[in-house]
């Protein structure tokens, strides 16, 4: 039974960079999820795919932040010209669609750090 | 707005003791709610929940109780177990109505130490 897989673990990089993150969902799994986490709060909703199509974005993702999940497999996050702000935890979930039974499976998360 | 809080940040009780972790809410439009608990460098992961038609929702040593009138919800752990030890947050799906109960607003988190 394979997992949410997030790579890389760790991303350390300089501000003004571009950083991507990826995200293989559990397979049978339709919808994938986009969240960050910062020290000492809950995770914050980012974005959220069924499939392919990305049906819906909070207004924490700006312009410098685009998701995509091609054929509705994996996914991938862009972060372009990186700030220290966006330092955190970036959590990916998967899960099928079930009504109020959807539950969430979470991978371990890319630790991104911006110096 | 925080519209889910967990005002203990962090708790710690002996090994076989009851654990009591708390959450409170302001939206009353919220029908459901969900505990997850988090290890360090892991995943958070879903451990129990309960429907607002609902005041109780038991799992093994785990049960929720909900009461709406307070917008108040307390996860019981019993007997408690060092391996419990962990960050746990209260959610809730924010899409009211809509096509996706993953999109959830979680609590800051409480910290469970399980001494042994």
């Known amino acids: 039974d394979t997992g949410v897989s997030q790579n890389p673990r760790h991303k350390i990089t300089k501000r003004g960079q571009n950083v991507t993150f990826r995200c293989d969902p559990i397979?049978?799994?339709?919808?994938l999820y986009w969240y960050r986490q910062t020290l000492g709060q809950g995770p914050e909703f980012l974005t959220y795919f069924q499939n392919e199509a990305q049906l819906e974005k909070s207004r924490l993702l700006s312009d410098r932040f685009s998701a995509e999940r091609p054929k509705g497999s994996f996914s991938t996050l862009e972060i372009q010209r990186t700030e220290q702000g966006d330092s955190a935890m970036y959590l990916c979930?998967?899960?099928?669609?079930?009504?109020?039974?959807?539950?969430?499976?979470f991978g371990s998360g890319t630790q991104l750090s911006v110096l | 707005d925080q519209q889910v809080k967990q005002n203990s940040p962090s708790l710690s009780v002996q090994e076989g003791r009851i654990s009591i972790l708390n959450c409170d809410y302001t939206n009353s439009m919220f029908d459901y709610f969900l505990w997850y608990k988090k290890y360090p460098a892991e995943g958070p992961t879903f451990l129990i929940s309960?429907?607002?038609?609902?005041d109780k929702n038991e799992d093994g040593r785990f049960t929720v109780f909900l009461n709406k009138s307070a917008k108040h919800l307390s996860l019981h752990i019993v007997p408690s177990q060092p391996g419990d030890s962990a960050v746990y947050f209260c959610?809730?799906?924010?899409?009211?109505?809509?096509?996706?109960?993953?999109?959830?607003?979680f609590g800051q988190g409480t910290i469970l130490t399980v001494h042994p």
């Open positions: 979930a998967s899960s099928y669609d079930r009504g109020r039974g959807e539950k969430l499976f």
């Open positions: 397979s049978e799994h339709n919808r």
């Open positions: 309960i429907s607002s038609i609902k």
């Open positions: 959610a809730a799906p924010t899409n009211a109505g809509g096509t996706s109960y993953g999109k959830l607003t």
